[in-house]
């Protein structure tokens, strides 16, 4: 079974950066799909970016041009780097790493708090 534990999340003033950390216990393979989901209070849980084979990577729109997904195999860990946080960025952010009828792993979540 494999087990995603995120890290990074934390309390930062709008305008600020953070970076969030995936580690997986699973190998990454080069056809698996990784991403990053949040999910705000009183809302339902949204896509933020992906990254699958070849590196491609795919961003909700209200986060691309500040947010970079990217990760590395060698290290099986996958992060994702914010900047220029907003309030409405605040929630608690998941990981997921699936390989396509094999596994569809999600982490605990970490939170996120843009506040000043």
């Known amino acids: 079974q494999v087990q995603l534990v995120e890290s990074g999340g934390g309390l930062v003033q709008p305008g600020g950066s953070l970076r969030l950390s995936c580690a997986t216990s699973?190998?990454?393979?080069?056809?698996?799909?990784m991403g990053w989901y949040r999910q705000a209070p009183g809302k339902q849980r949204e896509l933020v970016a992906t990254?699958?084979?070849?590196?491609?990577?795919n961003y909700a729109d209200s986060m691309k041009g500040r947010f970079t997904i990217s990760r590395d195999n060698a290290k099986k860990t996958m992060y994702l780097q914010m900047n220029s946080l907003k309030p409405e960025d605040t929630a608690v952010y998941y990981c997921?790493?699936?390989?396509?009828?094999?596994?569809?792993?999600w982490g605990q979540g970490t939170l996120v708090t843009v506040s000043s």
């Open positions: 997921n790493h699936r390989r396509v009828a094999t596994f569809d792993a």
């Open positions: 699973g190998s990454i393979f080069s056809i698996d799909v």
């Open positions: 990254i699958g084979s070849g590196g491609r990577t």
